[in-house]
C-alpha cells in the first residue's frame, strides 16, 4: 500500500477498526504523545460501527478502514464529513463505477444503492483528534437481515471485479491520499462534495435525527459547515446530522 500514512496496521478480523482507532489514541494520549497519521485495515469487523449507534455489517471481501490522527484544529475536524465523502466516492470513481454520488451527509450509492459509509468520531479543543472510518462493499452485498438502510450495493456489481484485495487497497490508497491532501487544502473537495449530492434545493425530504425524530420539509441549502437547511412550513430548521429516510 502507497499512501500518505506514517502507521499501517493490517488485520485479519477487528472487532471494529473505529474502536481501535479510539483506543490506540487513548493510549498514546495517556503517554502524552501525538499519533502520526495511521490508517487501520481489517479483512473483516465481528462488531462493525455504523451512523446512529446502528452496526455496520462487515464479511470478508469489502473494505473496512479508519484513517486516524491527532493535532488537528477545531474548523478542519468539522469538514471531516464532507471532505471524507468526497475522498471515498473519487475513490470508486477511479476504478471506473459511474454515477456513484452522495446522499447528505455522506453516504456514497450507485442508482440508489448504498456502496460506501463513512463514520467519523472526533474531539475538539486542546489536541485535537479525528478518526474516519470508511465501509466499501466490493466483492459481496452484505446480508443485512432486517437492518434498517438502504439497500446495498457492491463494486462487483458494477465492474469485473479481479482480485478483491488488489481492488481494496487501490480503494484504500487513493481515499487516503485524496483525504490527506484536502486536510491541507480543503476548498476543491469540498466544492467537490457539494456537486455530488443527490439532494438539492426544492427537494422535499424526511430526516431521521439522531433522537429518532423525523422531520419533514424542502432543502433550503446547505451551510459552509455542510449543515442542511430545511424549510419547515414558515420557519427554516438547520439540520446538523441525521439520515434521510424519504426523499
Not at 3 to 19: E, F, P, R
Not at 83 to 109: F, R, S, T
Not at 147 to 164: C, N, S
Not at 191 to 200: D, F, G, P, S
Amino acid at each position: 500500500m502507497t499512501a500518505a500514512v506514517d502507521n499501517l496496521v493490517l488485520l485479519a478480523t477487528t472487532g471494529s477498526t473505529q474502536a481501535l482507532a479510539r483506543e490506540l489514541i487513548t493510549a498514546m494520549e495517556g503517554e502524552e504523545q501525538r499519533l502520526a497519521t495511521t490508517v487501520i485495515i481489517s479483512d473483516r469487523q465481528e462488531r462493525g460501527e455504523g451512523r446512529g449507534g446502528r452496526g455496520w455489517v462487515s464479511p470478508a471481501g469489502g473494505l473496512y478502514l479508519s484513517w486516524l490522527r491527532s493535532g488537528l484544529d477545531t474548523e478542519t475536524i468539522a469538514l471531516l464529513p464532507m471532505l471524507a465523502a468526497a475522498a471515498a466516492q473519487a475513490a470508486v470513481a477511479e476504478l471506473g463505477i459511474a454515477g456513484a454520488a452522495v446522499k447528505w451527509p455522506n453516504d456514497i450509492l450507485v442508482g440508489g444503492r448504498k456502496l460506501a459509509g463513512i463514520l467519523v468520531f472526533a474531539r475538539h479543543g486542546g489536541t485535537g483528534w479525528a478518526a474516519v472510518g470508511l465501509g466499501v462493499n466490493i466483492a459481496v452485498v452484505p446480508h443485512l437481515d432486517g437492518t434498517p438502510g438502504l439497500p446495498a450495493t457492491a463494486v462487483a456489481d458494477h465492474l469485473e471485479l479481479g482480485d478483491p484485495e488488489l481492488t481494496r487497497d487501490r480503494i484504500a490508497c487513493a481515499f487516503v491520499n485524496r483525504l490527506s491532501a484536502a486536510v491541507v487544502e480543503p476548498e476543491r473537495a469540498l466544492a467537490a462534495w457539494r456537486e455530488l449530492l443527490l439532494q438539492r434545493p426544492g427537494d422535499r425530504i424526511t430526516v431521521r435525527l439522531a433522537s429518532g425524530d423525523e422531520v419533514s420539509g424542502v432543502v433550503a441549502g446547505i451551510e459552509d459547515r455542510g449543515y442542511l437547511r430545511l424549510r419547515c412550513g414558515d420557519a427554516e430548521r438547520v439540520i446538523t446530522g441525521g439520515d434521510i429516510i424519504e426523499s
